[in-house]
C-alpha cells in the first residue's frame, strides 16, 4: 500500500520523517541534482520496501539512499539490506550529529547540512539484472509523471518546457 495522499498539503511526506531527516534529504537532493541525477523520493519498490531517495544517474545507474538521522534510527532498521536488490549502488545520508563509523563500509556514505551534501565514501557497484532495472526504470517515470501531473493539478502552473 502506498503512503503518498494527494490530498496532503505535501504527498511526500506522511509524517515519519524526522526535521533532521528531512534536512538530509534536502542536502542530498541538491548535491545529486548538481551531479545530473534525476531524483525522486519515497519511491515504493516491487520488494513493499519504499526507497528514501531514488536517483538515477546520467550513465543510467541506479542508487538507493537510505537516510538515518540518529544511531537509533539506524539501529532499529533492519530491512536497509533488501534495497541491495533493487539498485546499482546502495548508501546512507545522514547529518553531522550521527557518529559515521556505524554504518557499513559496503554501502557509500553522504553527510548533509540541508543545503547541500558531501558524499564520504562511493559505494560498490552490484549491477542490476535487466529485467529488475527495466521494471525500476518503469516505476520510476511513471511515478515522476505522475507526481508532476499532481503538482500541476495542485499548483495550477504548467511544468512542461
Not at 83 to 111: K, M, S, W
Request: proline residues 6%; glycine residues 6%; neutral net charge.
Amino acid at each position: 500500500m502506498t503512503i503518498l495522499s494527494i490530498v496532503n498539503n505535501n504527498p511526500l511526506i506522511d509524517g515519519r520523517q524526522s526535521e533532521n531527516a528531512m534536512l538530509v534529504r534536502r542536502g542530498v537532493q541538491i548535491l545529486l541534482n548538481e551531479m545530473r541525477h534525476s531524483v525522486l523520493p519515497e519511491l515504493p519498490l516491487s520488494s513493499g520496501r519504499r526507497a528514501d531517495l531514488i536517483s538515477l544517474s546520467v550513465k543510467g545507474e541506479i542508487w538507493i539512499i537510505e537516510i538515518k538521522s540518529s544511531i537509533e534510527d539506524f539501529r532499529v532498521d533492519r530491512k536497509w539490506p533488501d534495497y541491495r536488490q533493487h539498485c546499482d549502488r546502495l548508501f546512507f545520508a545522514t547529518h553531522n550529529g550521527v557518529p559515521l563509523d556505524i554504518f557499513p563500509e559496503d554501502c557509500g556514505l553522504f553527510v548533509s547540512d540541508g543545503y547541500g551534501a558531501h558524499m564520504l565514501r562511493e559505494a560498490p557497484e552490484h549491477k542490476l539484472p535487466p529485467a529488475t532495472r527495466k521494471s525500476l526504470m518503469l516505476d520510476f517515470s511513471r511515478t515522476a509523471a505522475r507526481r508532476l501531473l499532481m503538482a500541476e493539478w495542485s499548483t495550477g502552473k504548467d511544468y512542461s518546457d
